[in-house]
């Protein structure tokens, strides 16, 4: 339900959402991540209106130090992905209306 709730609401037009599973299954949806090309950005401006956010996998998993044997690799994909991923605030104790104020935040930025 929160996750539909942030696919209903973020609009903003240069944030990737997430694709919607098969409705026939269900996904925990512990982590929900967006991309946005200025993601420091928006995490800087989210956190200044108390939005707690996450980035995973900052260093792509390739140029990781625990992986010096792919550290050759040339994963431009990842390595964009890795600059463009946020994890935005996911929890059963959050309410709708917590949803929708960190939408409407997102939809805000850099407007």
């Known amino acids: 339900m929160l996750a539909s709730s942030y696919n209903a609401l973020i609009t903003h ?12 299954l269900e996904h925990v949806w512990h982590l929900y991540v967006i991309r946005h090309p200025r993601r420091d950005q928006l995490q800087t401006f989210l956190a200044n209106h ?21 550290t050759h690799l040339s994963l431009p994909l990842t390595e964009q992905l890795s600059q463009e991923v946020l994890s935005l605030p996911m929890s059963q104790v959050m309410s709708l209306k917590d949803i929708a104020a960190v939408a409407e935040l997102i939809n805000q930025f850099e407007r």
């Open 50 to 70: 108390g939005v707690h956010t996450l980035i995973h996998y900052p260093i792509p998993p390739h140029k990781q130090e625990a992986y010096p044997e792919l």
């Open 13 to 24: 037009p240069n944030v990737v959402l997430p694709k919607h599973p098969d409705q026939a």
